[in-house]
């Protein structure tokens, strides 16, 4: 079945204890992205991927780190997670470019304390 | 940069049409999107319109684009309670990138 997987769902953690979510896609798709949602403000683009090695900032990268070193992984790392980095956090790929069907993870949901 | 739009919810009564309006401020998004999210879950593409079209049909949703207008919406005909989501309208903007309005809460009551 083709997904996007995330873990973990949900995650409650401190300031300043770095954490890392995982982000796992099974179709090959070469771009991948990290989005954050919070109310009012709908979904804001963090990172994203073209390919592997290939990574760029979105609109809010601001706190946070991501990689690509494998065509499935696009895991998204906060060093020192702050309280406003609280937030429900997607994952999502496509086959090529963004213009391209974006299929999304289920979510993770952080709070950060 | 391109800004999306969308009122926060909509109620409507089972049976009836809803319509769910969007708008963006780049003229030259390519793509427009309508993405559904479920409680507790991701997003999920319902349909998309390229930006030469006026309007895009499948099943019970109707995509109509106002270019002029930067105007976007989705009807849903014959609302049922499964529709109940929120409802994100999405523009690609000449930098590539997708930019999410803040969605529209649709709740469907009997």
């Known amino acids: 079945e083709a997904q996007v997987t995330q873990n973990p769902r949900y995650l409650i953690t401190v300031t300043g204890k770095k954490l890392t979510v995982t982000c796992s896609q099974n179709?090959?798709?070469?771009?991948m992205s990290w989005y954050r949602q919070d109310p009012g403000l709908g979904l804001r683009q963090i990172y994203y991927?073209?390919?592997?090695?290939?990574?760029d900032k979105g609109d809010v990268p601001e706190g946070y780190k991501v990689s690509r070193k494998e065509k499935r992984n696009f895991p998204l790392i906060l060093e020192s997670p702050s309280p406003n980095q609280t937030s429900l956090y997607f994952c999502?790929?496509?086959?090529?470019?963004?213009?391209?069907?974006?299929?999304f993870g289920p979510g993770t949901r952080l709070t950060v304390l | 940069g391109e800004d999306v739009e969308q009122s926060l919810f909509l109620s409507v009564r089972e049976g009836d049409s809803s319509v769910i309006n969007c708008t963006y401020t780049d003229s030259s998004s390519t793509y427009l999107y309508w993405y559904k999210q479920e409680p507790g879950a991701g997003l999920q593409l319902l349909t998309y319109?390229?930006?030469?079209?006026d309007m895009k049909q499948d099943q019970r949703l109707t995509v109509l684009l106002n270019k002029k207008d930067k105007h976007l919406s989705l009807r849903i005909a014959d609302t049922q309670t499964g529709d109940s989501a929120i409802y994100f309208c999405a523009a690609l903007g000449d930098t590539d990138k997708l930019i999410f309005g803040t969605g529209t809460r649709l709740q469907v009551f009997p």
């Open positions: 319109i390229f930006s030469n079209m």
């Open positions: 999502a790929s496509s086959s090529a470019a963004v213009v391209d069907t974006q299929y």
């Open positions: 991927s073209m390919n592997v090695e290939v990574t």
């Open positions: 179709m090959n798709h070469e771009y």
